[in-house]
């Protein structure tokens, strides 16, 4: 009988699982579950950058999805599923009590922002991460900041915290610690909630937490009171140890056994970030960045140690040993928004003519909803077409894709978005190609960071939905960085890659370049850069680059 594994991936939006066979990675089946609560605008706040997340939205999610994806699979492979692995978004930290529960979860704080999960792209840390910052670098002992870029983010779990303490008195007074979404999920399933004793990630500590061993652990003590008192004491009801994403976390308890019609003998795997797994799953190898590009990029490299050495690569998301491959040096970069760029420009569009078609007094309440969804549809596909028949340069306009600040290279969550060279005859399809110009552009200042420190890019691999959906935006970033790019075959290569892992954490494989090799998709296609289009986008990048530097000395000048 074939062996099976479940792959989960926790998105921004949605979750999904995969049910894979591990002897091939062939999907037989998979479900997604939109969150309804996050769906609705609950606990969000976009005018001043707070996104929060309720834990049933992940716990409901879990729990539809794999019972789905089994009840659409054939009869007998539920009885052969050997272990579950799962992915998330992050950092996304949450508060949680002695016994590890959410305080969410408990009835006093079921509705209080403060007591959900912070998503990874809340930024209401800004001035948070801007002390650590300065600590880091002056308080005359280690700087923490060293294996993360040299640049703290607002978008992680040490200013999150910090300000989510400094925030609210009732969540400080009830927080015992503090766990993110990739760790805790596997801890309800295995039933070991407790905050002390809990699985870990490698990637999640390392990456977001400023762990290494270099540092036996997390920041010290001393450092992380003199950065707030609010953190005295947090520090040993957090984590000394940290797990990479083949090791076992535990089986199934009997209770979510039961939830999901599955053996208790199934084992779970520690969990990690979705980007990190995903580039597992679309065949990463050293020296290939592997581009996840949806709502936001993260840029996934891998590297042997050795090779690397003592090199600290300024500006980006970290660097640590084990975080995608065990064994290899992982590094992450990435965009605050990409395709969360296109998604603003178009509800721009639609806004006011949403709000025409709803006051019109000319059409029924069905035909005002099926315009308004057949205008959402439509939207991006119309700007892509007329923006393909413009030239490049042509418009003049010039665009910065920091609508949701820059988180590489050099983080910088409080820079702003800008279009310059606007005239009365620009256009939406004008302004809609600068944006993807833009978006591109953001894509070539994390590679050339990567190459002036020293680290070569021998090849990109795209992956999601923008690279699965949309040639124009492909074909522009290939142009632009002037490399072919191959797309990953894989519908969902983050769900595959926690199968790959939950294959090797089943036992199905000893290592997770094997699991690699037995379950890949492979490449559905590949991207040419056309050597015109590259010349010509060499002096764009420069307009662009001024516009970046004028931009950020301005916004900088008003701190």
Known sequence: MSKYTLGVDYGTDSVRTVLVDASNGKEISHSVYYYPRWKAGKYCDPANNRFRQHPLDYLEG????????????????????????????????????????????????????????????????????????????????????????????????????????????????????????????????????????????????????????????????????????????????????????????????????????????????????????????????????????????????????????????????????????????????????????????????LGPAVELIKSSKQLNEAQKAALIDEMADNMIPLLTREAEKIGIGETGIVALDWLNGRRTPDANQLLKGAISGLNLGSDAAGIFRALVEATAFGSKKIIDRFISEGIPIEGIIALGGVAKKSPFVMQVVADVINKPILVARSEQACALGSAMCAAVVGGIYPTISEAQKA???????????????????????????????MVEKDILSKK
């Open 62 to 349: 879990i729990e539809n999805t794999i019972k789905e994806a089994i009840a659409k699979a054939p009869a007998g492979v539920a009885e052969n599923i050997m272990a579950i692995s799962v992915d998330t978004t992050g950092s996304t930290p949450v508060a949680v009590d002695q016994a590890g529960t959410p305080l969410s979860l408990l009835p006093e704080f079921a509705e209080n922002p403060n007591a959900m999960f912070v998503l990874w792209k809340d930024h209401t840390a800004t001035g948070e991460a801007e002390e650590i910052n300065q600590l880091a670098r002056n308080w005359g002992g280690i700087d923490y900041t060293k294996f993360e870029g040299g640049i703290y983010s607002s978008e992680w779990f040490w200013a999150k915290i910090l300000h989510v303490l400094r925030d609210d008195a009732a969540v400080r007074k009830a927080a015992f610690s503090w766990v993110e979404h990739c760790d805790w999920i596997p801890a309800v399933l295995t039933g070991n909630t407790d905050p002390v004793k809990m699985i870990r990630s490698r990637c999640a500590a390392g990456h977001k937490a400023m762990w290494h061993t270099e540092f036996d652990g997390l920041p010290s003590e001393e450092f992380l009171v003199k950065l707030d008192p609010v953190l005295a004491g947090l520090r040993p009801r957090l984590y000394k140890e940290t797990f990479t994403c083949e090791v076992k976390a535990g089986n199934l308890s009997p209770e979510w056994a039961k939830r999901l019609g599955l053996k208790e003998s199934v084992a779970v795997g520690a969990g990690s970030f979705d980007a990190h797994i995903g580039a597992l799953g679309g065949e990463i190898k050293p020296y290939f960045l592997s581009k996840i590009m949806g709502t936001s990029t993260c840029d996934i490299l891998i590297a042997p140690s050795e090779e690397v050495g003592s090199k600290f690569v300024k500006g980006i998301c970290g660097q640590v040993d084990g975080s995608v491959v065990p064994g290899m040096l992982g590094l992450e970069a990435g965009q605050s928004a990409f395709g969360d760029v296109y998604a603003w420009f178009k509800n721009l569009l």
């Open 519 to 549: 379950m890949g998709g492979g490449f559905e296609t590949e991207f040419i850069p056309i050597p015109e289009n590259a010349r010509k986008y060499e002096l764009l990048y420069e307009n662009y680059s001024r516009l970046g530097e």
